[in-house]
């Protein structure tokens, strides 16, 4: 038989409670912080001061060879034509030849052959001139403005800004009405814009006529900056 003294029998109870009370403890789940998701947008106006154009030259010839000088021979002129113009960098994007075929569809009775050149400016009056004298031989694809690369920069960093600061507007708007501190736990910047303007292309025989230069307007681009995150409120 084992003997107990009366002191740790009085003990006892008071040790087997607080144990059970460690073991509840223990047993319940801490409770996950309250987080928020939010976002904010900002945007800032950048000048579309770049152009890019597209031209092209297409021709029919029953000789593939033929067809080929041909194309070729006008574009070479076109690119010669193109570097008395410093400001205005060009490029050739290849030649595609298709098969042209008779009445039937069965019989290849010649060739189609079209080549692009691809140009780019910073400086608008010089691009309208080119463009201009271009299309007394070539016909005008697109005609595109769009914020230089630069430009775009320095205007997407004023409205990242922009956007982080209505952020942080938003988040202390709802911890403040809900009473409680927060912090950010994740955040963020996604950067767009809204498509370049396009110009309307008119068909190469109305611009034949004359090497007068082609009035355009270069007009402004939205620069678009959303902010996303998470926010945790504090008890």
Do not use: C
Not at 90 to 103: D, E, Q
Not at 130 to 158: C, E, F, Y
């Amino acid at each position: 038989m084992i003997f107990i003294p009366r002191r740790h029998l009085l003990a006892l109870p008071l040790a087997l409670l607080l144990l059970g009370n460690v073991h509840a403890a223990a047993a319940e789940p801490a409770r996950a912080p309250t987080t928020v998701e939010l976002s904010a947008e900002a945007s800032r106006p950048a000048r579309n001061d770049m152009a890019t154009a597209i031209l092209y030259f297409q021709a029919d010839d029953k000789s593939p060879a033929a067809l080929s000088r041909q194309v070729n021979a006008a574009i070479a002129a076109a690119l010669e034509q193109t570097r008395t113009y410093p400001a205005v960098k060009a490029k050739t994007s290849g030649a595609s030849t298709f098969p042209v075929y008779g009445k039937e569809g069965r019989k290849i009775e010649g060739w189609r052959m079209r080549s692009e050149i691809h140009l780019e400016s910073r400086d608008i009056a010089a691009l309208s001139e080119l463009l201009g004298k271009l299309q007394s031989s070539l016909a005008l694809a697109s005609l595109a403005m769009q914020p230089a690369p630069d430009t775009r920069k320095s205007t997407a960093d004023l409205a990242a800004t922009d956007a982080i600061h209505a952020f942080q507007a938003r988040a202390q708007s709802i911890a403040g009405t809900l009473g409680k501190p927060y912090r950010i736990r994740h955040l963020s910047v996604t950067y767009g814009g809204n498509q370049r303007p396009v110009f309307p292309v008119m068909k190469s025989a109305a611009f034949a006529a004359d090497a007068a230069p082609m009035a355009v307007e270069a007009g402004e681009s939205e620069i678009a900056v959303t902010v996303s995150g998470t926010i945790e409120l504090s008890d």
